[in-house]
């Protein structure tokens, strides 16, 4: 079942293990240091300093949606680049335009997208 | 030696996966669920791993961990319901029905099936699968980009009637 490319994967693994026991020791550390005592203001979640305003708890605009959308729309087309990085040599010219294709068509998305004002803030 | 490291590593992440799963469908705060899931997905994508299926564990943990649960998020804090968290209604014994029909289904395949084991491959798989994709798949690779084209004008057309 482990062959030898799985092997490469052991300081994935290592490193997994390692971040983990650092995380548990820190959660430990805290639980054992920290003061117990609750006031109001150590319940307040920590935000950059900044005290919260209002309730975390609420709808958010439909805007943020649309960039989850674009994002993973081209965090697709990322995930084709890898194979096509490695095939670029073997394949030669046809494969540069292949791709070239390929982002022109997500190009068309991205100008419509700007010539709607979605990527404006207003 | 090295199947036991492989049947140990299997193990770990098969009870992860099934234990995340389970947790999606019982804690109370729809967000852990969310959080769990991710959890299920990583656990796949290590799967892939073992299975030598490299480009596939690439896949999962950059489509599926990275965008599709981003997605999933901004779903739920989408939803009006939100400050309620997990809101139950009286749809139990109709959803109980049809999973459970799903269940008969799920089981009639993994029986009915006749399985053929096979030794994954020992070489890295993403230049197999390139070579593939842009040679004799071209067609359907071009066709992803306007599937995906379509996600987003679609996105755009919905979005902005509000």
Same mark, same amino acid.
């Given at each position: 079942m482990v062959t030898q490319t799985s092997l490469n994967y052991v300081p994935v693994v290592v490193a997994a293990i390692v971040s983990g026991t650092v995380l548990s020791l820190l959660f430990i550390l805290a639980a054992v240091v920290a003061p117990k005592r609750r006031t109001m203001i150590s319940a307040i979640p920590y935000e950059s300093g900044i005290p919260p305003k209002g309730s975390t708890w609420k709808q958010i605009n439909l805007r943020y949606y649309l960039f989850a959308v674009f994002f993973l729309v081209f965090d697709?087309?990322?995930?084709?680049?890898?194979?096509?990085?490695?095939?670029?040599?073997?394949?030669?010219?046809?494969?540069?335009?292949e791709m070239v294709i390929f982002l022109g068509i997500l190009f068309l998305g991205l100008v419509y997208a700007w010539k709607k004002g979605v990527l404006k803030w207003t | 030696m090295e199947s036991v490291t492989g049947a140990i590593a299997f193990w770990i992440l098969a009870v992860a996966i099934i234990g995340c799963a389970v947790l999606v469908l019982t804690v109370p705060n729809?967000?852990?669920?969310?959080?769990?899931?991710? #959890?299920?997905?990583? #656990?796949?994508? #290590?799967?892939?791993?073992?299975?030598?299926?490299?480009?596939?564990?690439?896949? +999962?943990?950059?489509?599926?961990? #990275?965008?599709?649960?981003?997605?999933?998020?901004?779903?739920?804090?989408?939803?009006q319901d939100v400050v309620k968290s997990n809101v139950s209604n009286h749809y139990r014994i109709p959803a109980l029905g049809l999973s459970g029909a799903f269940l008969?289904?799920?089981? %009639?395949?993994?029986?009915?099936?006749?399985? +053929? %084991? +096979?030794?994954?491959? %020992?070489?890295?798989? %993403?230049?197999?699968?390139?070579?593939?994709?842009?040679?004799?798949?071209?067609?359907?690779?071009?066709l992803s980009s306007v599937v995906l084209l379509t996600a987003i004008i679609g996105a755009i057309v919905i979005a902005k009637e509000r």
């Open positions: 697709i087309e990322a995930v084709f680049l890898f194979p096509w990085a490695l095939t670029y040599l073997g394949i030669g010219a046809i494969a540069f335009f | 729809i967000f852990h669920s969310a959080l769990f899931l991710v #959890g299920c997905l990583g #656990g796949i994508a #290590g799967i892939y791993i073992l299975l030598n299926a490299d480009f596939l564990a690439a896949v +999962q943990i950059l489509i599926y961990i #990275g965008a599709v649960a981003v997605m999933l998020i901004f779903g739920i804090m989408l939803t008969v289904i799920l089981l %009639t395949a993994i029986f009915g099936t006749n399985w +053929q %084991t +096979q030794s994954p491959s %020992t070489e890295a798989s %993403t230049g197999s699968i390139a070579d593939a994709l842009f040679s004799n798949y071209i067609l359907p690779f071009e």
